[in-house]
């Protein structure tokens, strides 16, 4: 594995924010509010609807619920683009992307992302692997984590930049079964990088940050080569931020291969954008020990308070 930056530019961003002026100070918000178990009972109440995949009640009961909770934040539009999507047996799949516009008079935009659906069954499991994959982890802790952002956000200053949080449909592909299936491929994200000038006319967002696995108690947040390559100054930037507030979570060591995600179809758009994921979750990925036990209020604070940092800072 390599280290894809020098430890002196954390150190000289850091200096950086430190001699901020304090006029560019008193934007900031206080990420003391980001309350990670709050974030825990979002995770609790997902859990109800698994599983959440495609087809399933739990899908628009996890719909319901995400719409509903972004109706009492500060997003002056929850919007949802409704399509199809042909399955590998020709059957059409339903499918819906959520997107809450910030300041949606602003022309500068970012995207913060995750997905919604879950795996339909613990594949990986080898005792039981046509047993419902709670999906705690993958994929109802990113969605905890954009809603409590949302709601921190409703109480801070406001941001010279619009967010748009989308919370993408089919990630899992059209099985359900994420990288249980060889033919694996994203539904929803493409269609939206597909359609983005219904959302963008005239301008295209300026960059990308994307959710996935978030939660877990042994947090450690590696950068991937595809986030890299497409947006590398926002890495650095994300980083050198989370280490500030949890150094042991934030490595600089790239993961050895390039991971796919709902940033992918973004990156391919045009639109420099990463993935903030930890994906070494064994032994439970995409077993029936993806249960909220796996999680921990810290690790979805230290996350969620570093996207705070990360939005705030120019
Ligand atoms: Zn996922």
């Known amino acids: 594995m390599t280290e894809f930056w020098p430890r002196w530019t954390a150190t000289a961003a850091m200096a950086a924010l430190l001699l901020a002026s304090p006029a560019a100070r008193a934007a900031e918000p206080q990420i003391e509010l980001w309350d990670g178990q709050r974030a825990m009972t979002v995770i609790a109440d997902l859990l109800r609807f698994t599983p959440r995949a495609m087809g399933e009640p739990g899908h628009q009961q996890t719909i319901d619920y995400i719409k509903a909770a972004m109706a009492k934040s500060a997003a002056d539009a929850v919007l949802t683009q409704s399509f199809t999507a042909k399955g590998d047996d ?38 039981s692997p046509d047993a419902p994959m709670p999906g705690a982890n993958n994929s109802a802790s990113a969605v905890a984590l954009l809603l409590e952002t949302a709601r921190v956000l409703s109480l801070s200053p406001k ?14 592909g059209p099985k359900s079964l994420g990288a249980g299936d060889p033919t694996w491929h994203a539904l929803g994200s493409p269609h939206f990088a597909a359609n983005l000038k219904d959302y963008y006319p005239s301008r295209k967002p300026e960059k990308a940050v994307d959710f996935d696995m978030v939660c877990d108690k042994d947090l450690k947040l590696q950068p991937e080569p595809s ?11 994300f980083w050198s931020l989370g280490s500030r507030i949890a150094p042991l979570a934030f490595s600089p060591e790239l993961t050895s291969y390039p991971i796919s995600d709902d940033h992918t179809a973004l990156q391919q758009a045009g639109i420099p954008s990463f993935l903030v994921i930890d994906f070494d979750y064994e032994p439970y990925f995409n077993t029936t020990q993806d249960t909220i036990e796996q999680c921990s209020a810290q690790s979805l604070e230290t996350v969620g308070r570093t996207l705070l940092r990360y939005l705030y800072t120019p």
């Open 159 to 172: 941001l010279d930049i619009g967010i748009d949080m989308i919370f993408f449909d089919g990630e899992e």
């Open 227 to 237: 986030s890299v390559a497409s947006a590398l100054p926002e890495v650095k930037k």
């Open 90 to 127: 020709g059957k059409a799949i339903p499918l819906t992307n959520i997107i809450a516009r910030f300041q949606v008079q602003n022309p500068r935009r970012v995207i913060v992302a995750t997905h919604y659906d879950s795996i339909i069954k613990a594949y990986r499991d080898a005792k």
